[in-house]
């Protein structure tokens, strides 16, 4: 049964993520939250999206097509990424505005939207029609806080000091900083993106961010002297964490579908926390000089290993490896991410420090080894290690690699640590995390906030 805070809230919130998985799940796990505290909620997907996953309908969300201006392709028809905002922008907001004209005078009429924060054109939607706005930040409070800073001119890099300090977070040497604060040239593509994210942040009725307090008290502190924040993490499925919600074990929305048996199969016949999994997300782009090394050194550590490598990806392993390493890895193309985290026989997580992934390995407790890569990782990475102290980050060498040697010594260092501090750190922030989405925790405070004020606003 579900939870419902009680039943005079009402109200209808219309969800509109990013078209990437990255955007979709967090958004998605949000809107099956409000469901279950009496609020109706749509998630808007792009008709491209809709036609090519066919999705079965959600058995608490009530799914919505909306144009991005490319129902043929989607993103990949685009010029650029900023030809596709463009355009997005342009057949959104009128697609937008056809769905909450659609339910105007029914018992169903949109009161707020909730909109990734990549999209602050759908505030100006909102507004033209009397509704609510709030801001969702699919990313770590403290890079978010980065990108406001410099946007508002705030910010601005160090010439001398090697340490960079801003209030509320520890000090951070440049390679601890967001990649497109140390090293803005080498994205010009996304720079608007992530920086437009604030143009009109402090105009909107409420931003979301999805982080947990605890884990970040001291910058959403300060930032929420700046703009109504509220922390409603981790958007987790309610089956690794509290349980509240029916049926609630899967993200939903997979943009891939591939059999998961294999793999869990494979993990089942392993002890338990004798298992490395691996996995860099679904974007990461490694070099082969990089895969090769990692292949060797997941080899030399001794230690079972499960590794996702895109298909992609796997012209860059090294000729037979998947059969030399048969008896103690497997290697597959995509992975079942939280089943894997979730089992007995998972030891430690090699990753990319996205915050997806980082947000799940807390939930399950289990320990890291990062390996950023580049947007918010770095940050991450540091807050894994320096912060919570929940994993160890991998050194890279002057020539931009991480050797064999140091994923294997990296490796041997968290595995053999299964009754030392890191083991001991994680299992803490397992409780915290989780403690947060349950009832009377500091996440489920907030989401009953802004319910609250979604009703009475009426």
């Given at each position: 049964m579900m939870e419902k805070i009680t039943e005079k809230y009402r109200g209808h919130v219309l969800a509109v993520p990013y078209p990437s998985q990255g955007h979709i799940c967090p958004m998605l796990q949000f809107c099956r939250r409000l469901v279950s505290k009496g609020v109706k909620a749509s998630l808007a997907i792009t008709k491209h999206i809709s036609t090519t996953l066919n999705p079965e309908p959600d058995s608490h969300v009530s799914l919505v097509t909306i144009s991005d201006g490319f129902d043929d392709g989607g993103f990949s028809r685009a010029e650029s990424i900023s030809a596709y905002l463009a355009r997005l922008e342009v057949v959104g907001s009128?697609?937008?505005?056809?769905?909450?004209?659609?339910?105007?005078?029914?018992?169903?009429?949109?009161?707020?939207?909730?909109?990734?924060?990549?999209?602050?054109?759908?505030?100006?939607?909102?507004?033209?029609?009397?509704?609510?706005?709030?801001?969702?930040?699919?990313?770590?409070?403290?890079?978010?806080?980065?990108?406001?800073?410099?946007?508002?001119?705030?910010?601005?890099?160090?010439?001398?000091?090697?340490?960079?300090?801003?209030?509320?977070?520890?000090?951070?040497?440049?390679?601890?900083?967001?990649?497109?604060?140390?090293?803005?040239?080498?994205?010009?593509?996304?720079?608007?993106?992530?920086?437009?994210?604030i143009s009109n942040l402090e105009e909107a009725d409420f931003v979301l961010v999805n982080t947990v307090y605890e884990l970040e008290d001291k910058i959403v502190d300060v930032m929420s002297k700046e703009c109504p924040l509220l922390t409603i993490g981790p958007t987790?499925?309610?089956?690794?964490?509290?349980?509240?919600?029916?049926?609630?074990?899967?993200?939903?929305?997979?943009?891939?579908?591939?059999d998961p048996t294999p793999t869990t199969n494979w993990l089942s016949t392993k002890p338990q926390n004798s298992v490395v999994y691996v996995s860099f997300g679904s974007m990461a782009c490694l070099p082969k000089a990089q895969i090769e090394e990692l292949a060797w050194g997941l080899k030399q550590s001794d230690y079972h290993f499960l590794w996702v490598v895109r298909a992609s990806e796997e012209d860059k392993l090294p000729k037979g490896f998947a059969n030399e390493v048969a008896a103690k890895g497997l290697i597959v193309t995509w992975s079942p991410q939280l089943e894997v985290l979730a089992s007995e026989a998972v030891g430690c997580f090699f990753t990319h420090c996205g915050w997806n992934s980082t947000l799940e390995a807390l939930v399950m407790g289990v320990p890291m080894i990062g390996m950023?890569?580049?947007?918010?990782?770095?940050?991450?990475?540091?807050?894994?290690?320096?912060?919570?102290?929940?994993?160890?980050?991998?050194?890279?060498?002057?020539?931009?690699?991480?050797?064999?040697?140091?994923?294997?010594?990296?490796?041997?260092?968290?595995?053999?640590?299964?009754?030392?501090?890191?083991?001991?750190?994680?299992?803490?922030?397992?409780?915290?995390?989780?403690?947060?989405?349950?009832?009377?925790?500091?996440?489920?405070?907030?989401?009953?906030?802004?319910?609250?004020?979604?009703?009475?606003?009426?």
């Open positions: 009128q697609a937008l505005g056809d769905i909450i004209e659609e339910h105007v005078g029914t018992r169903n009429a949109i009161t707020c939207i909730v909109y990734d924060a990549f999209f602050p054109w759908c505030l100006n939607v909102a507004r033209k029609y009397g509704l609510q706005g709030a801001s969702f930040f699919t990313q770590a409070c403290g890079v978010n806080y980065f990108y406001y800073l410099i946007h508002r001119g705030k910010f601005t890099m160090p010439v001398c000091s090697p340490t960079v300090d801003v209030p509320g977070l520890p000090p951070l040497d440049v390679g601890d900083l967001p990649s497109f604060v140390s090293s803005p040239e080498s994205y010009p593509a996304y720079l608007d993106l992530v920086f437009n994210q987790i499925p309610s089956f690794y964490v509290d349980k509240r919600i029916p049926l609630d074990k899967d993200y939903g929305l997979s943009l891939y579908h591939l950023p890569q580049w947007t918010d990782q770095p940050t991450v990475a540091k807050f894994v290690e320096d912060v919570w102290n929940v994993g160890v980050r991998v050194k890279v060498n002057e020539e931009g690699l991480v050797r064999r040697e140091e994923v294997k010594r990296r490796i041997i260092e968290v595995m053999e640590q299964r009754n030392g501090k890191l083991v001991e750190n994680s299992n803490r922030w397992k409780d915290l995390v989780n403690k947060a989405i349950c009832k009377d925790g500091s996440s489920d405070r907030n989401i009953n906030e802004f319910i609250s004020k979604i009703y009475t606003s009426q």
